[in-house]
């Protein structure tokens, strides 16, 4: 299917929203594209944790996540963040309708390592199948990123990756990670235009650190099939184009093909 567009909404964000953003996604699809979104919840699930006074630590920007955990995490991310999401597109006036990777097996994953991360999950596969039956019917997917590890049990995802993932297997033209800044700054300043090399040279100087590594990374290794840029920029409303797409830090293979 042409003209998929991958929009990742991150936890820092998603509860900040105006409604500029969900009009100017309706925007898109009026113009012919097919936005699909996944989203995050990280900090409602660190307040849900500490109400339940449930402990939870971070390991490589990926939460250990204990039975407790992964109930929270999945009460929060399927729940509440979904559903706040599928409401605010209604209100903008264009049909959404809120899944998990659990849902019609949309998401199947496989721990990444059970002693360090407990239930953390990679996804191994997408059923591509269900979101597309959503777009054929005009309905926007907003998907959870909790996932089914296949034998009824379920895993917790990073979002990020969770949108790479469905990014690939919809061979999508583009992902766009929505977040709290409005790209990948250096030293302060916006920087428009990023190759691969160049993101591996961020992160070791340390100029990029903590929840936009793996967001860089899910964006370097969603660049192939049919991705040719990854976006990352605010979800504030203010950087839109008029056809709805979002300016931010463009990132690509090799940034001489940047449009
Ligand atoms: N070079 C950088 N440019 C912009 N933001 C950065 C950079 N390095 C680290 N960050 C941090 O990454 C955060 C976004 O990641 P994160 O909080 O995980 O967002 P989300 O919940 O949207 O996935 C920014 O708010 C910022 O604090
Ligand atoms: C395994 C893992 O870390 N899962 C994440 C899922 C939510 C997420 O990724 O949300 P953000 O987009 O706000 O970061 C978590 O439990 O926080």
């Given at each position: 299917m042409d003209q998929i567009v991958v929009i990742k909404c991150g936890g820092s964000t998603v509860d900040a929203l105006p409604s500029a953003f969900f009009e100017s996604i309706a925007a898109m699809k009026e113009c012919g594209k097919h936005p699909v979104v996944v989203h995050g919840g990280g900090p409602a699930i660190n307040d849900m944790l500490k109400q339940l006074d449930i402990e939870s630590e971070f390991v490589n920007g990926l939460r250990k996540t204990?039975?407790?955990?992964?109930?929270?995490?999945?009460?929060?991310?399927?729940?509440?963040?979904?559903?706040?999401?599928?409401?605010?597109?209604?209100k903008a006036g264009t049909q959404a309708v809120g899944m998990s990777g659990v849902d019609g097996e949309l998401l199947k994953a496989s721990p990444v390592d059970l002693e360090t991360l407990g239930l953390v999950g990679k996804v191994e596969e997408v059923n591509e199948t269900i979101i597309e039956f959503f777009i054929k019917n005009d309905v926007i997917p907003v998907i959870a990123p909790i996932a089914s590890a296949g034998d009824g049990e379920k895993l917790n995802v990073n979002?990020?990756?969770?949108?790479?993932?469905?990014?690939?297997?919809?061979?999508?033209?583009?992902?766009?990670?929505?977040?709290?800044?409005?790209?990948?700054?250096?030293?302060?300043?916006?920087?428009?235009?990023?190759?691969?090399?160049?993101?591996?040279?961020?992160?070791?100087?340390?100029?990029?650190?903590?929840?936009?590594?793996?967001?860089?990374?899910?964006?370097?290794?969603?660049?192939?099939?049919?991705?040719?840029?990854?976006t990352i920029a605010n979800g504030n409303g203010k950087n839109t184009y008029a056809n709805g797409s979002l300016k931010g830090t463009a990132i690509m293979k090799q940034k001489e093909t940047i449009t």
């Amino acid at each position: 299917m042409d003209q998929i567009v991958v929009i990742k909404c991150g936890g820092s964000t998603v509860d900040a929203l105006p409604s500029a953003f969900f009009e100017s996604i309706a925007a898109m699809k009026e113009c012919g594209k097919h936005p699909v979104v996944v989203h995050g919840g990280g900090p409602a699930i660190n307040d849900m944790l500490k109400q339940l006074d449930i402990e939870s630590e971070f390991v490589n920007g990926l939460r250990k996540t204990t039975d407790e955990v992964l109930e929270a995490a999945e009460m929060v991310l399927s729940g509440k963040v979904n559903k706040n999401l599928v409401a605010a597109f209604q209100k903008a006036g264009t049909q959404a309708v809120g899944m998990s990777g659990v849902d019609g097996e949309l998401l199947k994953a496989s721990p990444v390592d059970l002693e360090t991360l407990g239930l953390v999950g990679k996804v191994e596969e997408v059923n591509e199948t269900i979101i597309e039956f959503f777009i054929k019917n005009d309905v926007i997917p907003v998907i959870a990123p909790i996932a089914s590890a296949g034998d009824g049990e379920k895993l917790n995802v990073n979002a990020d990756e969770a949108a790479a993932a469905v990014a690939r297997a919809l061979e999508a033209e583009e992902l766009v990670f929505v977040t709290d800044v409005d790209g990948v700054l250096i030293n302060g300043k916006i920087t428009e235009k990023l190759d691969v090399d160049e993101i591996d040279t961020l992160i070791k100087n340390k100029t990029i650190y903590g929840g936009m590594i793996p967001k860089v990374k899910a964006a370097a290794a969603s660049l192939t099939g049919n991705i040719e840029k990854v976006t990352i920029a605010n979800g504030n409303g203010k950087n839109t184009y008029a056809n709805g797409s979002l300016k931010g830090t463009a990132i690509m293979k090799q940034k001489e093909t940047i449009t």
